[in-house]
């Protein structure tokens, strides 16, 4: 246990802030990443639902295959930016926990380099994985896009 000496506890303190403050700007960047995930989200959701819209108000259900194509993939880009969501949001909870134990290690003074080390790992894989999926998304999007014949709502 932590000696309360106030000038050694201050010291203790302002020394975790310092070491705690690099993971606080990773778990900001992780939120702005999470940020343009929900929004790249949203908008597939929204094109889905206006292709929904569309098929549902026409009686003639011939010329809906490609709108039938369309909705598969988009449902599979909606898949992939879920799971890109999962991995980033893991990353920020693991990126927590790493700052967590941090101070209840100095706190209650226990070992905690390798503990800290392998939080820090899997962080940095989930935020790999989680901007290798969305960089899936962009291409999936761009392949699209620049195979696309004719405007389908």
């Not at 003639?60 to 890109?84: G, I, S, V, W, Y």
């Not at 100095?106 to 820090?120: C, D, G, P, R």
């Not at 989930?126 to 899936?136: D, E, G, V």
């Amino acid at each position: 246990m932590v000696q309360f000496d106030s000038t050694t506890i201050v010291t203790s303190v302002a020394h975790l802030i310092q070491l705690s403050v690099a993971p606080v700007f990773l778990l900001a960047a992780v939120g702005a990443l999470l940020n343009v995930f929900t929004g790249r989200l949203s908008r597939i959701i929204d094109k889905v639902e206006r292709l929904d819209q569309y098929e549902n108000a026409t009686q003639d259900k011939q010329p809906f295959k490609d709108m039938k194509q369309r909705r598969e993939f988009l449902t599979m880009r909606m898949k992939n930016t879920n799971l890109a969501i999962l991995f980033c949001t893991t990353t920020g909870l693991l990126i927590s926990l790493v700052i967590v134990t941090m101070f209840l290690s100095a706190l209650l003074e226990f070992k905690s380099a390798i503990f800290i080390s392998i939080l820090f790992i899997l962080a940095m894989l989930c935020l790999s994985i989680a901007l290798m999926l969305f960089l899936k998304e962009i291409f999936f999007t761009t392949t699209f896009i620049k195979s696309k014949k004719s405007y389908v709502p």
